[in-house]
């Protein structure tokens, strides 16, 4: 990390209760960066952040992105933002769910416009995989690497979810272009590390192995073929996003390691000393058959290139989901986990228990 570029800057960390979100606030406080987080919980916990905010590392607010209230204070006096708040799920949950991320369209553009009338410098968004068109990841056996030029007419972006990612990108390049705001958009691929839920394949097939099902369920034919990067990986190259990219441009953080889901599993089960039988589901939701990100783009620009294996980063996620899991609660969750975010009924609940503004030391609640 640069530390002249993040010296005095007021940075907003929007998601930064959420897995990916953590790992960069741990990163940016590390760095002594004046962090403040906004997340409304409703998938983020505040577990993942609970040290820095009981220390008073960071400034935390509790809110809901898609109210203009929250995102005016959450954006006041902040130089930079990373926008990582959506609703978002796995493949479950961007399969069969699409009034939830359409939310995100207004959470995107309320959160840029009041950023903008705020006179944030720059705002460094998590785009996704999703904003690549359907139709070119249909052949699992041909090799490859989706390039940055790819997503443009005709569009073909995966589920609402993707659309909305695709949205806020191109939002933010008009911005750049027409208000002088910075941006970048940094187009995460399925991102697996301490902390992921059980709705990506990887931590998925991680807690089949934990609780030992037999036989072992995988979604799908096993042909589909993916780039898990790791958790690590992503938020340094975002971070590097943030120093040196200013004009809008889209750049991919993705490892060009291919593998298929069933390659993933058998690594899953030797790894967890699990012996079972895979059982193929091919009517479950798949996604794309071939999605791995080239990753020149970034190597030319940030320097950045994934530095952690799969077969390494995987043990280490798998060390930390036997350490801190429970079986029992596990078994019992672990279907609606799949494809369920949950969150209404928890954001419900949160709303309930607020009243206005409270302000408590360094952590607000907008309710
Ligand atoms: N995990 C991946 O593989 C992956 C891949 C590509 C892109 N991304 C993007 O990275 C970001 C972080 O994803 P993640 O996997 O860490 O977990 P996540 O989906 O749980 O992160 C979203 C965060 O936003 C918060 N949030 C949701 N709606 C909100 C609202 N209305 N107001 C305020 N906060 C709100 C959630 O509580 C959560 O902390 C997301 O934008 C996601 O789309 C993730």
């Given at each position: 990390?640069?530390?002249?570029?993040?010296?005095?800057?007021?940075?907003?960390?929007?998601?930064?209760?959420?897995?990916?979100?953590?790992?960069?606030?741990?990163?940016?406080?590390?760095?002594?960066?004046?962090?403040?987080?906004?997340?409304?919980?409703s998938s983020g916990t505040l577990e993942n952040i609970r040290h820095h905010v009981t220390n008073k590392n960071i400034e935390f607010i509790k809110g809901d992105?898609?109210?203009t209230k929250v995102a005016k204070k959450s954006v006041k006096g902040v130089d930079l933002i990373f926008h990582l708040a959506g609703d978002h799920g796995g493949r479950g949950y961007v399969d069969l769910h699409q009034a939830g991320?359409?939310?995100?369209?207004?959470?995107?553009?309320?959160?840029?416009?009041?950023?903008?009338?705020?006179?944030?410098?720059?705002?460094?968004?998590?785009?996704?995989?999703?904003?690549?068109?359907?139709?070119?990841?249909?052949?699992?056996?041909?090799?490859?690497?989706l390039s940055e030029q790819q997503v443009g007419?005709?569009?073909?972006?995966?589920?609402?979810?993707?659309?909305a990612k695709l949205m806020a990108e191109?939002?933010?390049?008009?911005?750049?272009?027409?208000?002088?705001m910075k941006s970048a958009s940094c187009r995460f691929f399925v991102v697996y590390g301490p902390r992921a839920k059980e709705d990506h394949a990887v931590v998925a097939m991680i807690a089949r192995a934990f609780i030992k099902q037999n036989p072992f369920i995988v979604w799908g034919n096993g042909r589909q073929v993916r780039n898990w990067t790791y958790v690590g990986d992503i938020v340094s190259g975002f971070v590097l996003a943030a120093?040196?990219?200013?004009?809008?441009?889209?750049?991919?953080?993705?490892?060009?390691?291919?593998?298929?889901?069933?390659?993933?599993?058998?690594?899953?089960l030797s790894l967890t000393g699990h012996q079972a039988e895979i059982e193929l589901h091919p009517e479950m939701p798949t996604g794309p058959a071939n999605r791995v990100a080239n990753n020149s783009l970034a190597k030319e620009l940030l320097g950045w290139e994934p530095?952690?294996?799969?077969?390494?980063?995987?043990?280490?996620?798998?060390?930390?989901?036997?350490?801190s899991k429970d079986t029992s609660k596990i078994e019992k969750m672990l279907n609606g986990m799949?494809?369920?975010?949950?969150?209404?009924?928890?954001?419900?609940?949160?709303?309930?228990?607020?009243?206005?503004?409270?302000?408590k030391g360094r952590f607000y609640e907008i309710g």
């Open positions: 990390m640069n530390k002249n570029f993040w010296k005095r800057k007021k940075v907003l960390v929007t998601g930064g209760a959420s897995f990916i979100g953590s790992h960069l606030v741990d990163l940016l406080v590390c760095k002594n960066v004046d962090v403040r987080v906004v997340d409304d919980l992105l898609r109210e991320p359409a939310g995100n369209l207004l959470l995107d553009g309320n959160l840029f416009w009041q950023a903008h009338k705020s006179g944030v410098e720059k705002i460094v968004f998590a785009s996704s995989g999703c904003v690549y068109p359907n139709y070119l990841q249909i052949d699992p056996t041909k090799k490859l690497y007419p005709p569009y073909d972006a995966d589920n609402m979810y993707g659309w191109m939002t933010l390049k008009a911005y750049t272009k027409e208000f002088g120093e040196k990219i200013d004009d809008g441009t889209s750049v991919n953080l993705g490892t060009e390691e291919r593998l298929s889901v069933l390659e993933t599993a058998q690594t899953i530095k952690v294996k799969f077969a390494d980063g995987v043990k280490e996620t798998i060390e930390w989901y036997f350490a799949l494809i369920e975010r949950k969150h209404l009924a928890r954001v419900a609940r949160a709303k309930k228990k607020t009243n206005g503004v409270m302000d």
